[in-house]
């Protein structure tokens, strides 16, 4: 069944289409993303988003839109669209009459007797897109104008009217190149037709960002034309436009790259295909490095999404080649042996943690001597860092064996979120999914230093588990409330009810036993479980936000305290199968059919960060995540290979 089906009806309506958005990436940083449109909505949106070299770790927008006019008998139709302060101008999409997703984002436009194609397409591992204009219809001789706008910034930022802006156009083959700014490289515009640029730098002001003003962010931005081009175009003629950094490529070979590429692409017509295409999006290759970028389209390469993604995104596909990259260059990243949980920083009590568990799915794909030969280093090496005295980021290992991780103003967990610098959920002290790791963690590399005859490590750290176990049995677990403690701190234990309980429940080493695992389980399907994912915190709490929006500080307040996570779903489907067996297989299919129904609506063919937490869990954040994505493909293998083998 054909799941990326639009309602052709609906498109003209700006409620319908400016609420979907598209991803579409070079597997190089780069990314193209807007609205089904072309309407952009969040400062993040353009046509060419990309790092300007391949040691940067931000994108920039380069091209932010590019404009087309038809004209036919002396009359022009804008098929454009923008956001200006109360008004949308010019209304091109009241000539849409259809948008396609797959296999590239298409546009069909209808002005009057004209119907013509518009088809955006990324070069893969270049920094380059191709536009392709096809007439398919046409009563009289026509011509196409395209308005390239230019922004030239970071993606975080916006660009004002300034008089730096150089915007001068640079006559090339085919075409012309710009350079608003010293430090950027050339962005090369070329048409592989015979047309006429006319040079005619202009601000153009006060472009609108819907999506940012609802966030509570700056929201009006003003852009740079150089200049339009315009050239006759025949019925059933293609034309394309190149948009490349860095280089000036040949004009009578892009069609041909055109159609090459088009031919690499897959057919994103059912839920499986769209899903694993989103996976690969995450997975970016930078210099000497394969790194998993967090989410689209404001996230970067982040430490914990990528050890708990890798294998998900790579595995469920056969990629284990890419697998192996993604975590040699993590390794690489190290640390004083620590795991960086974002670019250049290191305080995280749980990055370096997740890295064990990533190795044991791993080691099903290439065997424990692989890993022991390629990763036991650094496993032993993380271990030893969290033993010593010498860290200063707040993380101790106390004589009870739990790892203790506190500082002030600072949030050490994966509940991160901040309000004027003050941490939303701080957690300061034993947290329960640390120890649970800790207690994998070392669980795990004693049975690969047994198995290989590293007698030293084995010696050092054999009694750790029994001690690990009892204190963390004594200190989280509640059996009168029958689930375990969030964290422990000076004031006591914490025992609202969250989903990290999970994660100790479902690990390979699980520091719980099956009685205790059912007990999480029910407490979970009682307060935290949708079919949307896992919530963060329990309905009944007095600190539970249901919805998620508005300003930064509102959603910082909701982003951990009720929203659901479409990730701790592969460890609830873990613990259930530990305990239920093939039991769980019919719940745990219809969980992974109701994602099916998102794939229209916020980002398309993608799974968003997180949903509220209350029905009808409306999806919020970034509209793709590397572990949301990753997740419902884990949950499908999950149940090949285990409820379907004992079914």
């Excluded at 200006?84 to 849409?96: L, R, T």
């Excluded at 710009?178 to 005619?200: D, E, R, V, W």
């Excluded at 006759?232 to 055109?258: A, M, Q, R, Y």
């Excluded at 000497?288 to 404001?298: E, L």
Aim: with cysteine; charged share 25%.
């Amino acid at each position: 069944m054909e799941i990326l089906k639009f309602d052709k009806n609906k498109l003209t309506n700006l409620e319908y289409s400016l609420t979907r958005e598209f991803i579409s990436t070079n597997r190089a940083g780069g990314y193209m993303s807007t609205t089904t449109t072309c309407c952009n909505t969040r400062k993040y949106h353009g046509l060419m988003v990309c790092p300007i070299d391949n040691n940067d770790s931000q994108n920039y927008v380069l091209l932010s839109s590019l404009d087309e006019t038809i004209i036919q008998q002396g009359q022009s139709f804008n098929l454009a669209i923008h956001s200006f302060p109360n008004a949308f101008e010019p209304k091109g999409h009241k000539y849409i009459t259809n948008f396609d997703y797959t296999p590239t984002p298409t546009i069909i436009y209808r002005v009057g007797g004209v119907i013509l194609k518009k088809e955006l397409l990324w070069l893969h591992s270049k920094q380059r897109l191709l536009v392709r204009y096809t007439l398919i219809e046409a009563t009289s001789a026509t011509k196409l104008r395209l308005r390239p706008f230019l922004a030239f910034r970071g993606i975080h930022s916006l660009s004002s009217a300034n008089m730096e802006a150089n915007g001068v156009s640079t006559p090339i083959n085919g075409g012309v190149k710009c350079k608003l700014y010293s430090g950027f490289p050339y962005l090369h515009l070329q048409i592989n037709k015979n047309n006429n640029f006319y040079s005619a730098p202009e601000w153009y002001y006060d472009f609108e960002y819907v999506k940012e003003k609802e966030r509570g962010y700056e929201y009006s931005e003003d852009l740079l034309t150089t200049g339009v081009f315009e050239f006759d175009i025949k019925k059933g003629e293609s034309v394309i436009i190149s948009c490349s950094l860095n280089d000036e490529p040949d004009t009578t070979l892009f069609e041909g790259e055109f159609n090459n590429e088009l031919s690499r692409r897959s057919e994103k017509t059912e839920f499986w295909s769209c899903l694993r295409h989103s996976a690969r999006q995450f997975i970016v290759k930078k210099a000497d490095k394969t790194v998993v970028i967090a989410g689209y389209p404001w996230f970067e390469r982040r430490g914990r999404d990528a050890m708990i993604a890798a294998n998900w995104l790579t595995l469920t596909q056969g990629r284990e080649d890419l697998c192996l990259d993604i975590f040699t260059s993590i390794v690489s990243m190290m640390h004083d042996g620590r795991i960086p949980c974002f670019v250049g920083k290191y305080e995280s009590a749980d990055t370096s943690l997740w890295f064990f568990n990533a190795m044991q799915q791993f080691e099903k794909s290439i065997g424990s001597e692989v890993v022991w030969k390629t990763f036991g280093k650094p496993m032993i090496t993380i271990i030893e860092a969290y033993s010593t005295k010498l860290r200063d980021d707040g993380i101790e290992l106390h004589k009870n064996g739990l790892i203790w991780a506190s500082k002030e103003n600072t949030a050490l967990t994966w509940m991160d979120m901040y309000i004027d610098g003050v941490p939303v959920t701080p957690r300061a002290g034993y947290a329960i999914e640390i120890n649970a790791m800790w207690y994998n963690a070392i669980c795990y590399t004693l049975s690969l230093a047994e198995k290989f005859g590293d007698n030293k490590f084995v010696e050092q750290w054999k009694d750790h588990p029994a001690k690990i176990k009892q204190s963390y049995h004594e200190i989280f677990w509640n059996e009168e409330k029958g689930y375990y403690a969030d964290y422990v701190g000076h004031e006591g234990a914490n025992l609202q009810i969250r989903p990290n309980q999970l994660i100790g429940c479902a690990l390979p080493f699980s520091v719980s036993n099956q009685r205790e695992i059912k007990k999480v389980i029910d407490t979970v399907n009682k307060y935290l479980f949708t079919n949307k994912g896992i919530r963060t915190l329990a309905p009944n709490d007095v600190q539970y936000k249901g919805d998620y929006g508005g300003d930064v500080n509102k959603r910082a307040k909701e982003h951990h305290q009720g929203c659901t996570r479409a990730w701790f779903l592969p460890y609830y489907f873990a613990a259930n199968i530990a305990v239920y067996g093939k039991a769980f297989k019919t719940q745990a299919n219809e969980l992974i059919e109701a994602f099916e129904g998102d794939f229209l609506d916020y980002g398309i063919g993608t799974v968003s960060e997180l949903c509220a937490g209350n029905p009808p869990h409306k999806p919020g954040g970034a509209i793709s995540q590397a572990i949301s994505v990753g997740a419902i493909l884990r949950m499908k293998e999950m149940l090949s290979q285990r409820i379907v083998a004992e079914s």
